[in-house]
């Protein structure tokens, strides 16, 4: 029973913290140039003002733009149960690796079809970006799966990271970190951030995600946006899980939970630093680079799978 | 402890491949030296993380050597020859970057299926690092053969001949210590003399193209 | 006694070096050139009759011997060539005169790294060797600094360089396989310690090995595929240099290959690195004599005839047993003498007309009648016309692979043999015979350069016509050299 407890509390510590995270790496990259910026709530503050506000929906749209914000805020917090924090309890009763991906997928295939829906250019044109940068960083995020999957012999991602947090030092190797390596890349791709998007930009010739969501207004834009909220820090976690659990409590006791816990933040803190100095010190690439750096992606992943095999 | 060696070795002889498929992916001419030097570094530490584990002192001095010439010496002396010639940055590949990137992964694999009956065979701690070496030898091929310019194509000849020296470590430890020697003395001779031409080239067809390169033919 | 050999290049390169006055610099030259044979020549009669001598890294055989004497012959007609050749071009303003000691200075560095390949017993020296021999020559090849000879040196130095990566990656795979026997630490690359133990080798490894070694080798034979720096080199490199190129280097790859190929063919059996090497002959020779058809410059012409014989000395090393390997070794010595005695006539050729398309000559006969008259002997010589050298080696080769039954690969090389005859022979006489196409005088070449040609070419009739005992007497020792070769 506690650990079903756990399982939920860790659940709705993702979903609760999702906006902060983005505060803060807000925050971050408002230090980071030499401006204050807005509080770390912030985001918590736009979310409930949106939800306040009433939808204005094209004419033209169909029911596809109205159930997306829903499909997609219920891909997220099922994909949310699945995946361990702090503790290696979860709900993913049936799912695996596997159903994360396609959870991610199918938030990415209505959002790119809600914005084809209201037939505008912007809609269409984020919707086929999108396309063409999620085609690119799909493989290498199954093939970095996969290299787990393969060292650890499951494809549960409780039981993996279970797996590599009990077994010390000796799983640490090439493949490992390469695909470690290969997923930070799809984090920062999956999540249009920079280099691959920005996300503070609503310039017409560069943007990916946000193109995708300016027919929204309203509560359904307070929906899309929690759930990519949800996404990045899913993402996020995910990356630790996955590669580099040691940490995350395997058994439940007091101590192992608070050390979890707090390691668990850390963790999430790291990254959102490592994403602010990105986004701070680099520039969005050029369309036609992106495959240069997708496919890098690939090859990490690739090479993760090749060390698996030969060393 | 026997165990964390193999763990290093292994880390380190992936890193060379990572540098192998990062010189096919990078831009840059500056940025293509120091990841060859990169390589290069990663092969000496490779090398005397060899020695260490397994005690022969004569590995130590190629190590050494490895460092002191491929990491540091020979990425200074392309560095001059561009400095002088001053070359534009661009890398100008003839096959476009992510192509190359899956053609590099495609020759992995290929080395992958060609070294695993020598793997079967082989004894040394390092074995599995014949894949690897094999697989960089011919990323070093496929960058000569894809980038224009002349100076690539005298990086991609160096990358060739780390994936040797990589293949010689993992198999047998390295080479009788003259040999070792003896093949220094030739890469570094080479280096210069195509430094020269590089210089000769650049002064008489007033480019680094190499693909000017095809007046004589039947 | 060995290190002499070496010895004797090098001092010869260092006086050139430091002297400044031409005619010293090619006293000098020949002199060296000279001793060099003269010390060859000892070395290897004391071989021959006292048995292989081993010191430590050097090691001399038969075979070792016998391309000794290759070497020292065509580079002491080269030098002696050079002394005329690289005068005039000196006189016509080519390069500056500050650089003809420079000349003979990398011609007998190069030599000495030739040297170096006969005589290392550690296939990693050999290696080393080798790759010093692209080094010297490469700026041989770029010598006159033009634009098509910095392309060719650069192909050169860079196509040679590849190959050769990868005959190192094939020497360490042996290295490895010794290592598996003799246990770690106690590896060797050793050649004569290798051929002892060839038996208990690792064959996976040795045929990996061997194919490496083969095309990597094979580039710097110059075997079709990997032939393509052969002409453009050949072709840019000053004429004397085209000779020692042709002539001597070819022969000192296919000499490494050789080695290798008697290890592996003891551990493995002749059939694998034999069948390997009749196939990259037949590729070699079909490829050159389409190759031939087209050229419409005579020093690629004659490029790639060396490709043609290279391909020839394969298939017969390939081919093996006692006469495949006589005739493979005769072929090495009639080609090297015959080659340069046309590449020479080539450049008397060059400085009189001034171009090098064959469409462009007309009417030698008229214009240098003697020089002509032996280039075009040259000519029939290189085909394989009785009674010169190569019409009895080629024989014996053919003899050999009746004798084996390869008839599907023996017809082949009849067919090529017969393609290469017919097109030779028409280019020759094109350039040789008719009638010149403006007024011009007679002027032979240089007396030097018609002795050296009439020595040469005096050496390949003789060898037609028979085969001193003492020279049999050796071949026959080398081919006992070889598994199946008794």
């Known amino acids: 029973m506690a650990d079903l407890v756990l399982a939920l509390i860790q659940t709705a510590a993702l979903?609760?913290?999702?906006?902060?995270?983005?505060?803060?790496?807000?925050?971050?990259?408002?230090?980071?140039?030499?401006?204050?910026?807005?509080?770390?709530?912030?985001?918590?503050?736009?979310?409930?003002?949106?939800?306040?506000?009433?939808?204005?929906?094209?004419?033209?749209?169909?029911?596809?733009?109205?159930?997306?914000?829903?499909?997609?805020?219920?891909?997220?917090?099922?994909?949310?149960?699945?995946?361990?924090?702090?503790?290696?309890?979860?709900?993913?009763?049936?799912?695996?690796?596997?159903?994360?991906?396609?959870?991610?997928?199918?938030?990415?295939?209505?959002?790119?079809?809600?914005?084809?829906?209201?037939g505008s250019t912007f809609g269409g044109m984020g919707s086929s970006r999108e396309m063409l940068v999620s085609s690119l960083i799909e493989p290498a995020i199954l093939l970095s799966f996969f290299t787990v999957a393969l060292l650890t012999g499951t494809t549960s991602l409780v039981s993996v990271t279970s797996v590599i947090a009990t077994s010390g030092a000796s799983l640490i190797g090439p493949a490992l970190l390469l695909a470690f390596a290969a997923f930070l890349i799809a984090v920062l791709a999956e999540n249009a951030r920079v280099p691959v998007d920005n996300p503070s930009t609503h310039l017409e010739l560069t943007m990916i995600h946000e193109a995708m969501l300016l027919e929204y207004s309203g509560k359904d834009l307070a929906l899309m946006e929690y759930s990519s909220m949800v996404k990045l820090t899913l993402f996020v976690t995910i990356a630790w899980s996955a590669f580099l659990p040691w940490g995350v409590a395997t058994e439940i006791t007091a101590p192992a939970l608070a050390l979890g816990v707090i390691v668990f933040l850390a963790k999430l803190l790291t990254l959102a630093v490592v994403i602010a100095v990105i986004e701070s010190s680099m520039a969005k690439l050029r369309l036609f680079r992106l495959p240069n750096l997708l496919t890098g992606a690939f090859m990490l992943a690739f090479l993760a799978v090749m060390s698996y095999f030969v060393l | 402890m026997a165990e964390l060696d193999v763990n290093l070795i292994d880390g380190l002889a992936a890193l060379v491949l990572l540098t192998a498929f990062l010189i096919v992916a990078t831009g840059r001419m500056r940025t293509l030296v120091r990841v060859f030097a990169l390589q290069s570094l990663a092969l000496g530490l490779l090398a005397a993380a060899v020695a260490y584990s397994t005690g022969y002192w004569h590995i130590y001095i190629v190590a050494a050597l490895t460092i002191l010439l491929k990491a540091l010496v020979i990425p200074r002396i392309i560095d001059r020859v561009m400095d002088r010639i001053q070359v534009a940055n661009d890398v100008e590949p003839s096959v476009r970057t992510p192509s190359s990137l899956l053609i590099a992964g495609g020759l992995a694999i290929l080395a992958y299926y060609v070294a695993e009956p020598l793997i079967q065979s082989g004894e040394t701690i390092t074995a599995g690092a014949l894949a690897l070496s094999l697989a960089v030898v011919?990323?070093?091929?496929?960058?000569?053969?894809?980038?224009?310019?002349?100076?690539?194509?005298?990086?991609?000849?160096?990358?060739?001949?780390?994936?040797?020296?990589?293949?010689?470590?993992?198999?047998?430890?390295?080479?009788?210590?003259?040999?070792?020697?003896?093949?220094?003395?030739?890469?570094?001779?080479?280096?210069?003399?195509?430094?020269?031409?590089?210089?000769?080239?650049?002064?008489?067809?007033?480019?680094?193209?190499?693909?000017?390169?095809?007046?004589?033919?039947? | 006694?060995?290190?002499?050999?070496?010895?004797?290049?090098?001092?010869?390169?260092?006086?050139?070096?430091?002297?400044?006055?031409?005619?010293?610099?090619?006293?000098?030259?020949?002199?060296?050139?000279?001793?060099?044979?003269?010390?060859?020549?000892?070395?290897?009669?004391?071989?021959?009759?006292?048995?292989?001598?081993?010191?430590?890294?050097?090691?001399m055989d038969g075979l070792s011997a016998f391309m000794l004497m290759l070497v020292a012959i065509v580079s002491l007609a080269t030098s002696l060539y050079s002394v005329g050749y690289m005068g005039r071009e000196l006189q016509e303003g080519r390069f500056g005169a500050k650089r003809i000691s420079y000349y003979y200075a990398l011609l007998h560095a190069f030599v000495m790294t030739m040297v170096l390949v006969c005589l290392s017993d550690n296939l990693g020296v050999m290696w080393i060797a080798i790759e010093a021999t692209t080094l010297a020559s490469?700026?041989?090849?770029?010598?006159?600094?033009?634009?098509?000879?910095?392309?060719?040196?650069?192909?050169?130095?860079?196509?040679?360089?590849?190959?050769?990566?990868?005959?190192?990656?094939?020497?360490i795979l042996l290295y490895a396989s010794s290592i598996q026997q003799l246990g770690e630490g106690g590896g060797s690359l050793e050649w004569s310690s290798l051929l002892a133990m060839a038996g208990q080798l690792d064959p996976t490894l040795l045929r990996i090995s061997f194919i490496l070694v083969l095309v990597g080798y094979g580039t710097k034979v110059g075997l079709a595929p990997?032939?393509?720096?052969?002409?453009?080199?050949?072709?840019?490199?000053?004429?004397?240099?085209?000779?020692?190129?042709?002539?001597?280097?070819?022969?000192?790859?296919?000499?490494?290959?050789?080695?290798?190929?008697?290890?592996?063919?003891?551990?493995?059996?002749?059939?694998?690195?034999?069948?390997?090497?009749?196939?990259?002959?037949?590729?070699?020779?079909?490829?050159?004599?389409?190759?031939?058809?087209?050229?419409?410059?005579?020093?690629?012409?004659?490029?790639?005839?060396?490709i043609e014989h290279m391909g020839v000395i394969a298939l017969g090393f390939g081919i093996g047993g006692p006469l495949g390997i006589i005739g493979g070794l005769l072929q090495m010595l009639n080609h090297a003498l015959t080659k340069s005695a046309l590449f020479f006539g080539a450049g008397q050729v060059y400085a009189r007309t001034k171009t090098r398309t064959i469409e462009e000559i007309r009417g030698l006969s008229k214009t240098m009648p003697i020089t002509s008259t032996l280039w075009f002997a040259g000519f029939l010589a290189i085909v394989g016309c009785p009674p010169f050298g190569i019409f009895v080696s080629e024989l014996v080769i053919l003899m050999a692979g009746l004798q084996a039954g390869e008839l599907l690969v023996i017809s082949l090389y009849l067919v090529l043999l017969a393609i290469i005859f017919a097109v030779v022979l028409l280019r020759a006489s094109r350039m040789v015979f008719g009638h010149p196409p403006k007024e011009q005088g007679r002027r032979e070449g240089d007396l030097s350069a018609i002795l050296l040609i009439v020595a040469l070419l005096a050496g390949v009739l003789v060898l037609g016509l028979y085969l001193p005992q003492g020279l049999n007497d050796m071949l026959e020792g080398i081919a006992r050299l070889f598994p199946g070769g008794g």
């Open chain 2, 138 to 218: 011919l990323i070093g091929l496929f960058v000569m053969i894809s980038r224009k310019k002349a100076i690539t194509q005298v990086i991609g000849l160096l990358v060739m001949e780390n994936g040797l020296f990589m293949a010689a470590l993992s198999l047998s430890y390295g080479m009788p210590l003259i040999v070792e020697l003896g093949v220094f003395f030739d890469i570094m001779v080479a280096v210069l003399i195509m430094g020269v031409f590089v210089f000769r080239i650049n002064r008489t067809f007033d480019t680094l193209d190499t693909s000017f390169l095809r007046r004589l033919r039947d």
């Open chain 3, 1 to 59: 006694m060995l290190e002499l050999l070496l010895l004797i290049p090098v001092l010869t390169a260092l006086v050139c070096l430091l002297l400044r006055d031409r005619r010293k610099v090619e006293w000098a030259s020949s002199l060296g050139s000279v001793a060099l044979l003269a010390a060859s020549l000892l070395a290897s009669y004391d071989v021959v009759t006292n048995g292989a001598k081993d010191e430590g890294t050097l090691y």
């Open chain 1, 15 to 118: 979903l609760a913290l999702a906006p902060l995270l983005t505060g803060i790496i807000r925050k971050l990259k408002a230090w980071m140039q030499s401006r204050r910026g807005p509080p770390i709530y912030q985001p918590y503050l736009d979310l409930a003002k949106l939800m306040r506000k009433g939808s204005v929906v094209s004419e033209d749209s169909s029911w596809v733009t109205t159930i997306t914000p829903y499909v997609c805020l219920i891909s997220m917090v099922v994909a949310a149960l699945l995946v361990p924090a702090f503790v290696t309890e979860s709900l993913g009763f049936l799912g695996d690796l596997i159903v994360l991906v396609y959870l991610f997928a199918m938030t990415r295939f209505f959002t790119a079809l809600a914005a084809l829906d209201a």
């Open chain 3, 226 to 306: 990997m032939h393509t720096w052969l002409p453009d080199a050949h072709s840019q490199a000053p004429t004397p240099i085209s000779a020692l190129l042709s002539g001597v280097l070819l022969n000192c790859a296919m000499y490494a290959i050789l080695r290798y190929h008697m290890i592996s063919s003891t551990s493995l059996g002749p059939g694998f690195s034999g069948g390997l090497l009749v196939l990259f002959g037949v590729l070699s020779m079909a490829i050159a004599a389409a190759f031939i058809i087209l050229a419409k410059d005579f020093k690629r012409l004659l490029a790639y005839s060396s």
């Open chain 3, 138 to 171: 490469a700026f041989l090849v770029s010598f006159y600094n033009s634009e098509s000879s910095l392309e060719a040196a650069w192909k050169y130095v860079i196509i040679c360089s590849v190959g050769i990566t990868l005959a190192l990656l094939g020497t």
